[in-house]
């Protein structure tokens, strides 16, 4: 498959890249995350670079980039929104590889919560994040944004609906089991666009995933003026 991207498919353009699991602190010492490793993000911002684009890579998770990407590192879903937010207006495009986690604590306990007395159980209760992809998906005038969905069951089936739904322009479909998503270092996805039949790419290295992404992201987007 194709190894790397020699012709600059991105000169000129300013893609967004969200990478890595959002942390979601409820007291100074403790907070809800979860296992991605940010590995998919880095590497769609990596290969963008090397398609000459100028990268904007907002991330939880600081791994090795090249020369063009910028990395803003962010926490909560919350400081991933705030991030992208500013920039988006003159973007062309954002790839939201982050697992955004759903839910946060209302409040950020100032001071280490105390473990309750007896036996007793705990009951956290938690409100829901801004959902950053389907925000995008309203905001956006010429923007391109694609997300992703990683599924245990009925991949394609759920994909389609966050497609709908979120109004994304394309979403890579990932099946999550014991030796795909989250911590491997290879993907078998499957891309959705509206209006167009699913196309499965066969496995391989995330890098490729990327290199295929781009490519793919790259003829999607409008010409170029002047
Ligand atoms: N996403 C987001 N903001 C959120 C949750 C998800 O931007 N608060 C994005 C993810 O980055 C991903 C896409 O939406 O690109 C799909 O995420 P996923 O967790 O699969 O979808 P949800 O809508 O959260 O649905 P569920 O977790 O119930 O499957
Ligand atoms: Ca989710």
Redesign the pocket.
């Known amino acids: 498959y194709i190894e790397s991207l020699d012709e600059p498919l991105l000169k000129g353009r300013h893609i967004i890249v ?1 990478a890595g699991g959002t942390k979601e602190r409820l007291d100074p010492v403790r907070f809800l995350t979860n296992d991605s490793s940010g590995k998919m993000g880095t590497a769609i911002a990596n290969a963008a670079a090397g398609a000459g684009a100028t990268v904007t890579l907002v991330t939880t998770k600081q791994l090795p980039v090249v020369p063009g990407v910028t990395v803003k590192p962010v926490t909560s ?1 919350q400081s991933m ?1 705030d991030a992208i937010m500013i920039e988006f207006e003159e973007a062309d495009a954002v790839v ?7 839910y946060r604590a209302p409040t950020i306990s100032d001071h280490k919560l105390k473990k309750v007395d007896a036996n007793s159980g705990l009951t956290l209760t938690l409100v ?9 998906g309203q905001k956006k005038t010429h923007q391109l944004v ?6 245990t069951n009925d991949l394609l089936a ?1 994909a389609q609906v ?1 497609l709908t ?2 109004k ?1 322009d394309m ?1 890579v479909a990932n099946a999550v089991d014991a030796t795909h998503g989250f911590n491997a270092d290879t993907d078998a996805v499957t891309l959705l666009r509206p209006n167009q039949p699913p196309v499965t790419l066969p496995e391989m290295p995330k890098q490729q995933v990327a290199v295929a992404l781009i490519k793919q992201l790259a003829t999607m987007l409008p010409k170029q003026k002047g």
């Not at 939201?96 to 759903?102: F, I, K, L, S, T």
């Not at 829901?128 to 995008?136: C, K, V």
């Not at 694609?146 to 599924?151: D, P, Q, S, T």
């Open positions: 969200s879903a929104a939201m590889a982050a697992a955004v986690a759903d829901q994040n801004p959902d950053i992809l389907a925000t995008l694609i997300g992703f969905a990683a599924e759920n966050k739904k979120k994304a979403i």
